[in-house]
T-cell receptor
Framework: AQKVTQAQTEISVVEKEDVTLDCVYE???????LFWYKQPPSGELVFLIR??????QNEISGRYSWNFQKSTSSFNFTITASQVVDSAVYFC????????????????FGQGTILTVHP | DVKVTQSSRYLVKRTGEKVFLECVQD?????MFWYRQDPGLGLRLIYF???????EKGDIPEGYSVSREKKERFSLILESASTNQTSMYLC????????????FGPGTRLTVT
């Protein structure tokens, strides 16, 4: 069975602070994909990044960066110099092979982390 | 841009009513999904479909059914709504295969009284 754990339920920071959102996953699959989504107050989940299990290179996109470490089964997300517009719920998710390799892209989501950035 | 639309943003129904939630995507995606989102529980998969007329149960299918008669449309049905089905319902679609990201609709907040 797959599992994604986001231990931080809520994080509150002041603008311009750096913040890291933790994500730990469990899977028996050797090939899998990890995702981060952002859910702003409007409600619609927005895709941020996908990472496959064979690519452990960290990725940076503007103020966002992701640290994937297979050794600790973690895929953490850092926002540098946070802004009020970063306030949202952030979800980490995992897509594995599924039974017989036919997962059809089903995602297992973590519980989400509510990030509030104060001006 | 991929567009996933849901028939209602807010819905209020009475216990025992039959409820239909509709989802339409415009990108010819093979896969479509229905989730419910509850505080502290994240998103949980109810049902998904990988082709027209094909469906599979997710993690919490009890009390729900689905229908996919056309590729672009995926409906979630609550046969007899109950108060514990009060939740946010999210529809998503993706290309075939497990490496592709899912695109989400805006959600339907359903209240069952």
């Amino acid at each position: 069975a797959q599992k994604v754990t986001q231990a931080q339920t809520e994080i509150s920071v002041v603008e311009k602070e750096d913040v890291t959102l933790d994500c730990v996953y469990e899977t028996r699959d050797t090939t899998y994909y990890l995702f981060w989504y952002k859910q702003p107050p409007s409600g619609e989940l927005v895709f941020l990044i996908r990472r496959n299990s064979f690519d452990e290179q960290n990725e940076i996109s503007g103020r966002y960066s992701w640290n994937f470490q297979k050794s600790t089964s973690s895929f953490n997300f850092t926002i540098t110099a946070s802004q009020v517009v970063d306030s949202a719920v952030y979800f980490c998710a995992l897509s594995g092979a599924g039974a017989g390799g036919t997962s059809y892209g089903k995602l297992t989501f973590g519980q989400g982390t509510i990030l509030t950035v104060h001006p | 841009d991929v567009k996933v639309t849901q028939s209602s943003r807010y819905l209020v129904k009475r216990t025992g009513e039959k409820v239909f939630l509709e989802c339409v995507q415009d990108m010819d995606h093979e896969n479509m999904f229905w989730y419910r989102q509850d505080p502290g529980l994240g998103l949980r998969l109810i049902y998904f479909s990988y082709d027209v007329k094909m469906k599979e149960k997710g993690d919490i299918p009890e009390g729900y059914s689905v229908s996919r008669e056309k590729k672009e449309r995926f409906s979630l049905i609550l046969e007899s709504a109950s108060t514990n089905q009060t939740s946010m319902y999210l529809c998503a679609s993706s290309e075939g295969g497990r490496s592709y990201e899912q695109y989400f609709g805006p959600g339907t907040r359903l209240t069952v009284t």
